[in-house]
Protein backbone atom coordinates (compact mmCIF):
# COMPACT_ATOMS: atom_id res chain seq x y z
CA UNK A 1 0.00 0.00 0.00
CA UNK A 2 1.59 3.25 -1.18
CA UNK A 3 1.62 6.00 1.74
CA UNK A 4 -0.04 9.75 1.41
CA UNK A 5 2.19 12.25 -0.24
CA UNK A 6 1.27 15.44 0.95
CA UNK A 7 3.83 17.33 -2.16
CA UNK A 8 2.39 15.58 -4.51
CA UNK A 9 -1.41 15.83 -2.87
CA UNK A 10 -0.42 19.62 -2.96
CA UNK A 11 0.12 19.86 -6.71
CA UNK A 12 -2.90 17.96 -7.53
CA UNK A 13 -5.27 20.32 -5.23
CA UNK A 14 -3.66 23.46 -6.54
CA UNK A 15 -3.88 21.88 -10.49
CA UNK A 16 -0.72 22.07 -11.04
CA UNK A 17 -0.70 17.84 -11.69
CA UNK A 18 -3.60 16.32 -13.54
CA UNK A 19 -4.34 13.03 -14.37
CA UNK A 20 -4.74 12.49 -17.70
CA UNK A 21 -6.58 8.90 -18.45
CA UNK A 22 -6.11 8.76 -22.32
CA UNK A 23 -1.93 8.59 -21.85
CA UNK A 24 -2.39 6.90 -18.18
CA UNK A 25 -0.01 9.24 -16.77
CA UNK A 26 0.34 12.77 -15.04
CA UNK A 27 -0.08 16.57 -17.16
CA UNK A 28 2.74 18.07 -14.82
CA UNK A 29 5.69 20.46 -14.89
CA UNK A 30 8.41 17.22 -14.50
CA UNK A 31 10.89 19.48 -11.98
CA UNK A 32 7.78 20.38 -9.61
CA UNK A 33 7.30 16.53 -9.68
CA UNK A 34 10.84 15.55 -8.39
CA UNK A 35 11.08 18.37 -6.15
CA UNK A 36 7.50 17.18 -4.32
CA UNK A 37 9.14 13.59 -4.14
CA UNK A 38 12.15 15.14 -2.71
CA UNK A 39 10.44 16.72 -0.36
CA UNK A 40 8.60 13.34 0.97
CA UNK A 41 12.29 12.53 1.53
CA UNK A 42 13.53 11.04 -1.63
CA UNK A 43 16.99 11.30 -2.15
CA UNK A 44 18.30 11.34 -6.05
CA UNK A 45 20.38 8.46 -7.13
CA UNK A 46 19.65 8.53 -10.85
CA UNK A 47 18.60 11.70 -13.22
CA UNK A 48 19.11 11.86 -17.01
CA UNK A 49 17.80 13.97 -19.78
CA UNK A 50 17.47 12.19 -23.38
CA UNK A 51 17.29 15.04 -26.71
CA UNK A 52 16.51 14.04 -30.40
CA UNK A 53 15.22 16.93 -31.59
CA UNK A 54 16.37 19.03 -33.93
CA UNK A 55 15.98 21.89 -31.42
CA UNK A 56 18.07 20.40 -28.71
CA UNK A 57 15.26 20.44 -26.22
CA UNK A 58 15.17 17.36 -24.36
CA UNK A 59 12.87 14.82 -25.69
CA UNK A 60 11.75 13.78 -21.90
CA UNK A 61 13.64 12.04 -19.26
CA UNK A 62 13.96 10.02 -15.90
CA UNK A 63 14.04 10.88 -12.31
CA UNK A 64 14.68 8.04 -9.29
CA UNK A 65 15.54 8.53 -6.07
CA UNK A 66 15.82 6.66 -2.70
CA UNK A 67 13.96 7.31 0.34
CA UNK A 68 16.99 6.01 2.78
CA UNK A 69 14.14 5.68 6.40
CA UNK A 70 11.43 3.31 4.47
CA UNK A 71 13.82 1.83 1.86
CA UNK A 72 11.17 2.90 -0.80
CA UNK A 73 12.14 4.20 -4.43
CA UNK A 74 10.27 6.35 -6.70
CA UNK A 75 10.47 6.93 -10.25
CA UNK A 76 9.46 9.41 -12.63
CA UNK A 77 9.84 9.13 -15.99
CA UNK A 78 8.47 12.05 -18.55
CA UNK A 79 8.04 12.70 -22.46
CA UNK A 80 7.84 16.42 -23.16
CA UNK A 81 5.18 17.23 -25.77
CA UNK A 82 6.73 19.88 -28.34
CA UNK A 83 4.03 22.29 -28.06
CA UNK A 84 2.51 22.22 -24.63
CA UNK A 85 4.93 23.70 -21.63
CA UNK A 86 3.77 20.38 -19.13
CA UNK A 87 5.10 17.03 -20.15
CA UNK A 88 3.09 13.21 -19.12
CA UNK A 89 4.93 12.09 -16.02
CA UNK A 90 4.68 8.40 -15.41
CA UNK A 91 5.10 8.46 -11.30
CA UNK A 92 5.74 5.21 -9.74
CA UNK A 93 6.46 4.65 -6.07
CA UNK A 94 8.28 0.74 -5.01
CA UNK A 95 7.10 -0.32 -8.34
CA UNK A 96 3.49 0.48 -8.28
CA UNK A 97 1.92 3.38 -10.35
CA UNK A 98 0.87 6.50 -9.28
CA UNK A 99 -2.40 7.09 -10.94
CA UNK A 100 -5.80 9.38 -10.67
CA UNK A 101 -8.57 9.01 -8.57
CA UNK A 102 -10.18 6.05 -9.53
CA UNK A 103 -14.17 6.67 -10.20
CA UNK A 104 -14.89 3.36 -8.87
CA UNK A 105 -13.26 4.66 -5.54
CA UNK A 106 -16.10 7.83 -6.41
CA UNK A 107 -19.26 5.85 -6.38
CA UNK A 108 -18.16 3.55 -3.26
CA UNK A 109 -18.05 7.09 -1.59
CA UNK A 110 -21.61 7.87 -2.87
CA UNK A 111 -22.97 4.13 -1.55
CA UNK A 112 -21.33 4.49 2.16
CA UNK A 113 -23.43 7.97 2.24
CA UNK A 114 -27.02 5.70 1.57
CA UNK A 115 -27.59 6.61 -1.43
Given amino acids: MMLPM ?22 AAPEEIVTALAREGFE ?12 GRPAGG ?29 ITVDGEPLKGIDQEDDAAGVNTRGQ
Avoid: H, Y
Fill in 44 to 55: ECKRALTTSRRD
Fill in 62 to 90: VWQGLNNRTGSVASAIWVNRAAWPQAIVF
Fill in 6 to 27: SGLDELRIDGRMTWREAESGWI
